[in-house]
């Protein structure tokens, strides 16, 4: 049987959207700036547009997951986020909730 292709596209995004705010809260252990940032991610097989990333960056920071701060780097002003306290308990979580859902998926697959 063949796959739709646009089916799949939109099942394939659906499943990756709620993997990125953990991947992002993972790299976010380490202070980065957006563009590299998509970079780490990108290394990691976890490629994603701008216009995904930065609103995502805003949302987590709005939640109290993040924290920012502007700082001049290379004659450029360059936003740097890293998780917040509360944003590495909730890194925590999401991580041992991401093994049990994987291991149940595992599992059943």
């Known amino acids: 049987m063949v796959v739709d292709p646009e089916l799949f596209e939109s099942l394939r995004l659906e499943l990756r959207r709620g993997s990125l705010v953990l991947a992002v809260l993972a790299r976010l252990r380490e202070e980065r700036y957006g563009y590299t ?55 925590s979580a999401l991580a041992d909730e991401w093994r049990g859902i994987s291991a149940s998926l595992d599992r059943i697959l």
């Open 37 to 91: 940032l998509r970079q780490a991610l990108a290394a990691d097989g976890l490629e994603m547009e701008e216009s995904t990333l930065y609103p995502l960056l805003r949302r987590l920071e709005s939640q109290g997951l993040l924290t920012s701060e502007w700082r001049e780097e290379e004659k450029r002003k360059k936003r740097f986020y890293r998780l917040s306290p509360t944003g590495e308990a909730m890194l």
